[in-house]
């Protein structure tokens, strides 16, 4: 691997300390030697350098905020590195470690290892095993010390972290500052991203930042307008004292702004831009110390790339009476600064908690600011607004996944062709068919994210990503492959995995991690709880069975996904950790349901469906309406409707670790992918693929004997072709 490990030069920059030397692979035969120092561009000195994440929060990003990336060449969508003048360290969670060992020259950089257990961290040794006894590998059995805890006892005391402050959000910030403190040391914002410096320096500079045009999304995909609706909605959220005590409600956003939720589309699967508003106080408080409220001036300010809106943009926000003045998004940090100055003494200014420790502090006036500004940094209630779907959003849902299922299963019967016909079909190929076909559907408009196409033991690399780069890695049919992918269309986000053996003869172990995996996305599926729920009580549901035999997955189970927006979208999320801002499960959001198991060197195993959260009642689409007695002593009883509509490969399944409980809701669910995909595919005249779509989708039976599901009626059957269509 040609790895940028550590690079740096001396900055042109008045320095007081040099700090950092690496070795840098330079290629041409691996030859290694030192690189330059990284010289820090700071008043005091600084110890250590904590190389964060991004001004987005996501975990698709602009190449420009690739810093991570760019000087260790890991590419994990979740990471932290930490340079000092000794050592060079990465921290990220459990989906990652194979990952960082694949990627990631370890002679320059530590992988930390964190939110793991010691039965995530379990992995099986390498090679062919002779029976299923665990082999379980001692050494990955901790989780390292957090980034707060090493720097504490790693540092000598009155030592000096530095961090851009623009890619720290105010709770990481205020918590490690907390930490350093009590232990005599101090954080720094370094307003100079040291990383970027370098860059410059090597005549490498970071890519300008893209600034795609928004386009505007009809109304009828969104089912509300922009600006109005979310006002009402905002002003009759839980929050409306808060509202009214603040002055002003700077948002930051993932991907659009949420403080007007703006429908507008986006390119590709990375940011259109980076947007912020500002919203001045429109909820009738009065000024406060004689300061005059604004009087005429547009409801929203939108920082955004440059600050330009296209003239169909304008017309759009014309026709809903909506008044915003825009500017470019780099002045955001200096017009918070003025706005504080303006205020009156004890104002406070609302701030979204995902907000970067910069803009909090520019909100107060700047870091030696002497203002009596307060802020109040919580989940935003856009955020929440969001993550809950109006029935347009639900429907369009649903019909994004039925075109997505015809593009999935037009994808597997295509792939098992190649496959069997002896043809070299890389991961790669692999991708690029998905995408192809996917195009062929009505308002598709690009993959929701990079496709995860892994074949054999890349499938146990949580979020490997395949590469055009020599030597491809080509599927071939006695692995497993592992494809999760997902598309952006106008009425919907889609996001779907499907584990196949390529030769339909997985061996014994294979066969029994995948039943367990099975086992526990459809106990996930089919459980009832509570409303209000809060994901992390519900996790354990998906892991039972893996935890049974000792097995477990190093990621979550579940993430919101947004509507036509991020396919990771929060403030929920169902996982094994407690989130603070779970605002707990109600009807009308979507989750994905994806529990999975990873042996490393081997392959890997995940079934992922996207799911609607419904009521159940006995009126209600879901395998205990018919059982269902009470709502919880009126609190409502919630459940899941799986949306995704793709066949799982049954042939890997172990019946006899199934109940029957089970066998009736697998066979349920492919009898509705049948009856949904099927005929489209017949009008269509894709007559393989419903040969396929129809061997997949066959009933699962018991010693040659249908299963106890298989006793519907023929109205039943017929019923269920268009019950995806109908549900609104």
Known sequence: ??????????????VSRVGVEYLTDKGGGGNRKKSRSLAYAQMNPIDGINLSAHLSKSTRISPTDARRQWISEFTAGAGVAVVTADEALIWTDGRYFTQFYVEVDETVWSLMRQGATPSILGLYSRGQRDNLTLKLDVKRLSTDATIAEWLTTTLQSGAVVGIDPTTYTRPDWTALQASLQAANMSLQPTWVNLVDTVRVNLNDPPPARPNDPLVPLPIEFTGSKTLCTQRQKFCASKRPSLAKESDHVPNYPEYVCPSTQPPYKKQRFFPIGYLKARVPNQWGAPPKRGVERYQGQPSVILFWGNGVLTQTVQNHLSSESVTIETRPYAEIFDYLQNMA?????????????????AIHLAAVGG????????????????????????????????????????????????????????????????????????????????????TIAGAG?????????????????????????????????????????????????????????FTRVMKGQISLATAVFPRGTRGHTIDILARKYLFEVGLDYAHGTGHGVGHYL????????????????????????IFSNEPGYYEVGEFGIRHEDLVEVIEVN?????????????????????????????????????????????????????????NTLG??????????????????????????????????????????VFALWLRS
């Open 457 to 513: 033991e890349n499938g146990a690399i949580i979020h490997y990503r395949p590469s055009r780069d020599p030597p491809e890695t080509v599927i071939t049919k006695d692995k497993m492959f592992l494809v999760d992918s997902g598309g952006q269309y106008w009425d919907g986000t889609t996001d779907i995995t499907r584990t196949r053996h390529m030769n339909y003869t997985p061996s014994d172990w294979q066969r029994m991690t």
């Open 367 to 450: 870091v030696n600011s002497d203002l009596d500004i307060r802020t109040l940094s919580t989940v935003t209630p856009v955020a929440l607004m969001k993550c809950v779907k109006n029935e347009v959003e639900l429907r369009g849902f649903r019909n994004a996944h039925v075109k997505d299922g015809l593009a999935v299963v037009r994808f597997l019967r295509w792939l098992h062709e190649r496959v069997d016909a002896g043809d070299e079909v890389t991961e790669m190929d692999a991708s690029d068919e998905l995408e192809k076909l996917r195009k062929e559907e009505e308002h598709f408009e690009t993959p929701s994210f990079a």
């Open 341 to 357: 100055t303006q205020l009156a003494e004890g104002s406070l200014i609302w701030l979204s908690q995902e907000g970067s420790e």
């Open 566 to 589: 991020n396919v990771h979208e929060g403030p929920s999320g169902i996982s094994s950790g407690v989130r603070a801002t779970d605002p707990g499960i109600v009807p009308g959001m």
């Open 618 to 674: 006995r009126d209600a689409d879901h395998i205990l309406a018919d059982v269902i007695e009470s709502d919880f002593d009126g609190r409502g009883a919630l459940g899941f409707y799986t949306i995704s509509l793709a066949p799982h490969q049954t042939s890997c399944l172990d019946i006899d670790l199934m109940t029957d409980h089970e066998l009736e809701y697998l066979n349920d669910y492919h009898a509705r992918v049948l």
């Open 679 to 720: 005929p489209i595919l017949k009008e269509r005249g894709l007559d393989e693929d419903y040969a396929f779509l129809e061997r997949e989708c066959a009933p699962l039976t018991r010693d040659g004997n249908a299963a106890h599901h298989a006793t519907f009626s023929a109205a039943l059957l017929g019923l269920s």
């Open 1 to 14: 691997m040609n790895a940028r490990n550590c690079r740096g030069v001396t900055s042109a920059l008045p």
